[in-house]
């Protein structure tokens, strides 16, 4: 599209000395532009020309809905995602809870069909329907057999505009989400993650907890469900996806028919888009400590890390990846050789204000210190010198490889494109990601790990059996267990 076109055209023709009519410029341009058109009758509409994903189409309706259709007929079945910004990102303190509510109460039935009957309509069609959310987004996933489309469409459509919220059905879920917040406080991994969440993203959204404060829970009221829905839920800020066994102009007529009178309220805007300001590092090394009455430790050292759209986050997950695996520095050195840890692995989470950056590790009570000295002498190796040629494209390879698996199926793929349009990634991001990861080097490395892994600014946790500085209540701050940096070159 930016260098094939006529204006940038030049030919070279070897013709008869005596040719009737002359070939010249003219005739040139005549003939380039037949062309042309030729070419966009074949080419449809809307079709993304450098989409990493083959055959996706873009198209913008008049009411803001961004649909994104990708044509593969390979498996007879077709996988919608649609996605609105919100989540976790959204929330507050007075309202931490309530994108996980809706995920559970959006498919719960619509205003012409109770759950019962929502349900068994699903499975006669052989699909799944359900909500989700997550930190920057929530919305409504479904997969059907190809057959089943249009009902399934329509479906979708009567969910997202016209859900039931129903007080009953909010009942029913309001205890079993009270429960998942009562079984993270028995997993003392999720508390620990909770915990250093909440302290490194201290001011941010990010540092609420995904699953919601129990008071929030256990007191939102449907009507506050539903407004807060319908603030988010606007055709203006939705990114509807299909992919599977469908033609992308069928699917655009579908869905103008079905959403194109879905109207934003002319007086609104939707929600408006506060700056949230990212998390700043720690001024000095943090470090929290949480009894519990059980024969184990749970260890988180981590940092404030990249955004998504940073371009230090390729050599951080190439960082990650050297790190993690039952092949990374952190199972070879803390388990096999050290007989320290029973879990253990790195992390790096991407957002769109800030990340994270960190190593987690589950022990027993009698090696905690040693396990604390391990990490940090692994974390000031990579900090101290660049990692071998060897491991550097064994990570790259497993980093790629691992990215193109994972969009082997018409569900995956939905979903990707639909968080790459809300994010504004691009659908080449793909292609980009696989070359920016391939061009990583050791150095770059190296340079991500002195840059964002300082200790001067750690938060660490610690839960379970630990012991407490004297004087020190349970669950407070105590003294920073970092070592001192060393002086780097």
């Given at each position: 599209r930016k260098y094939f076109t006529p204006a940038n055209l030049t030919a070279g023709v070897l013709v008869p000395a005596v040719m009737a009519p002359a070939f010249d410029a003219a005739a040139l341009e005549e003939l380039a532009a037949k062309a042309e058109a030729a070419a966009r009758e074949r080419v449809p509409s809307g079709l993304v020309g450098d989409s990493y994903l083959p055959d996706l189409y873009r198209f913008r309706l008049a009411n803001g809905v961004t649909l994104l259709v990708r044509e593969d007929p390979s498996v007879p079945t077709v996988a919608i995602r649609a996605v609105f910004p919100g989540g976790l990102r959204a929330e507050t303190d007075k309202t931490n809870g309530v994108f996980a509510f809706l995920a559970e109460l959006l498919p719960k039935g619509t205003k012409d069909l109770s759950s019962r009957q929502m349900a068994l309509k699903v499975a006669d069609m052989a699909g799944e329907l359900?909500?989700?959310?997550?930190?920057?987004?929530?919305?409504?996933?479904?997969?059907?057999?190809?057959?089943?489309?249009?009902?399934?469409?329509?479906?979708?459509?009567?969910?997202?505009?016209?859900?039931?919220?129903?007080?009953?059905?909010?009942?029913?879920?309001?205890?079993e989400l009270l429960d998942q917040l009562r079984y993270q406080e028995d997993s003392l991994p999720a508390v620990a993650f909770r915990e250093f969440n909440r302290i490194l993203f201290a001011g941010h959204p990010y540092g609420l907890n995904s699953l919601g404060r129990p008071e929030v829970v256990r007191e939102l009221p449907v009507a506050e469900l539903r407004r807060i829905y319908e603030e988010h839920a606007r055709p203006d800020r939705l990114v509807l996806a299909v992919v599977g066994d469908v033609k992308a102009a069928a699917v655009r007529e579908q869905v103008e028919r079905l959403f194109g009178d879905w109207r934003a309220p002319a007086e609104e805007k939707g929600p408006v888009a506060e700056e949230i300001l990212p998390p700043t590092p720690p001024a000095t090394p943090k470090e929290y400590r949480l009894g519990r009455d059980k024969e184990q430790v749970h260890i988180i050292i981590g940092f404030l890390g990249a955004s998504l759209t940073d371009a230090d986050?390729?050599?951080?997950?190439?960082?990650?990846?050297i790190l993690s695996g039952q092949s990374g520095r952190l199972f070879v050195e803390l388990r096999d050789r050290q007989s320290l840890a029973y879990s253990l692995s790195s992390f790096s989470q991407f957002g769109i204000d800030t990340g994270a950056f960190g190593v987690?590790?589950?022990?027993?009570?009698?090696?905690?210190?040693?396990?604390?000295?391990?990490?940090?002498?692994?974390?000031?190796?990579?900090r101290r010198e660049p990692v071998a040629v060897a491991e550097l494209e064994r990570?790259?390879?497993?980093?790629?490889?691992?990215?193109?698996?994972?969009?082997?199926?018409?569900?995956?793929?939905?979903?990707?494109?639909?968080?790459?349009?809300?994010?504004?990634?691009?659908?080449?991001?793909?292609?980009?990601?696989?070359?920016?990861?391939?061009?990583?080097?050791?150095?770059?490395?190296?340079?991500?790990?002195?840059?964002?892994?300082?200790?001067e600014h750690a938060v660490s946790v610690?839960?379970?059996?630990?012991?407490?500085?004297?004087?020190?209540?349970?669950?407070?701050?105590?003294?920073?267990?970092?070592?001192?940096?060393?002086k780097q070159p």
């Open positions: 359900a909500g989700f959310n997550g930190k920057n987004t929530f919305g409504l996933k479904a997969d059907f057999l190809a057959r089943f489309f249009e009902p399934g469409l329509e479906l979708v459509r009567d969910v997202l505009l016209s859900p039931a919220l129903d007080e009953n059905e909010a009942e029913k879920i309001r205890p986050r390729y050599p951080l997950e190439v960082l990650d990846t987690y590790i589950g022990t027993s009570p009698e090696k905690r210190d040693q396990a604390i000295a391990a990490l940090w002498e692994q974390i000031e190796r990579v990570a790259k390879n497993i980093l790629i490889t691992n990215y193109e698996l994972g969009l082997q199926t018409h569900s995956a793929q939905a979903l990707e494109m639909a968080l790459n349009e809300t994010y504004d990634l691009g659908q080449d991001f793909g292609r980009r990601y696989s070359e920016a990861i391939g061009a990583v080097t050791a150095e770059d490395v190296l340079a991500v790990a002195r840059k964002y892994l300082q200790p610690l839960v379970g059996a630990v012991a407490l500085e004297p004087g020190t209540p349970q669950g407070a701050t105590a003294a920073p267990g970092p070592p001192a940096p060393e």
